[in-house]
Antibody
Framework: EVQLVESGGGLVQPGGSLTLSCAAS????????MHWVRQATGKGLEWVSA???????YYPGSVKGRFTIYRENAKNSLYLQMNSLRAGDTAVYYC?????????????????WGQGTMVTVSS | DIQLTQSPSFLSASVGDRVTITCRAS??????LAWYQQKPGKAPKLLIF???TLQSGVPSRFSGSGSGTEFTLTISSLQPEDFATYYC?????????FGGGTEVEIK
């Protein structure tokens, strides 16, 4: 079955760290741009990070310098290391695959999503 | 950063209605826009991208149009399974951004 499965969420104190994992099956992650997207309860979607097929990484200002996205190709897994966590980082975190069309063009849209993992930052 | 403004934020409609949702970008993004559908407790689902290409498996009652700064998502005949929240997203440049969402409710 083709799927993405996130894990690693939980309760963490402000200022703490957490690493999320996204295990892929049925697809080879290194062939796609991969992303993390989060959603606070009752709120909209927020893009959190991206890693390209060449290993280039991108972040919005809200997490830059605190979050690191990386891939472990041998495990076909994606990770998000989160440091200096704040209450505002509380959300469901989704890993998502970047769209690649039949011609191999990469769009920065998300055509496959995991089920999400909840991160709660609270004392 | 490119801001996306969706309107309306809430829409009440009946089965069979034609529904249009608008997404306006704070600067030109060519055709680099996508639309998603999200149901409660579920991950979003890609419907349309760039800005009128229907994702595989998405019913043809969904359509997208626009370019530059103004885009629309149209559902030609609303079905019971279409009641959900819809988001636009710009693919033009990093940081990628989403609109605030449009909740479509049953009238």
């Amino acid at each position: 079955e083709v799927q993405l499965v996130e894990s690693g969420g939980g309760l963490v104190q402000p200022g703490g760290s957490l690493t999320l994992s996204c295990a892929a099956s049925g697809i080879t992650l290194l062939n796609y741009d991969m992303h993390w997207v989060r959603q606070a309860t009752g709120k909209g979607l927020e893009w959190v990070s991206a890693i390209g097929t060449a290993g280039d990484t991108y972040y919005p200002g809200s997490v830059k310098g605190r979050f690191t996205i990386y891939r472990e190709n041998a495990k076909n897994s994606l990770y998000l290391q989160m440091n200096s966590l704040r209450a505002g980082d509380t959300a469901v975190y989704y890993c998502a695959r970047g769209l690649r069309d039949s011609g191999g063009y990469h769009y920065q849209a998300f055509d496959m999503w995991g089920q999400g993992t909840m991160v709660t930052v609270s004392s | 950063d490119i801001q996306l403004t969706q309107s309306p934020s809430f829409l009440s409609a009946s089965v069979g209605d034609r529904v249009t949702i608008t997404c306006r970008a704070s600067q030109g993004i060519s055709s680099y826009l996508a639309w998603y559908q999200q149901k409660p407790g579920k991950a979003p689902k890609l419907l349309i991208f760039a800005p009128s290409t229907l994702q595989s498996g998405v019913p043809s009652r969904f359509s997208g149009s626009g370019s530059g700064t103004e885009f629309t998502l149209t559902i030609s005949s609303l079905q019971p399974e279409d009641f959900a929240t819809y988001y636009c997203q710009q693919l033009n440049s990093y940081p990628l951004t989403f609109g605030g969402g449009t909740e479509v409710e049953i009238k």
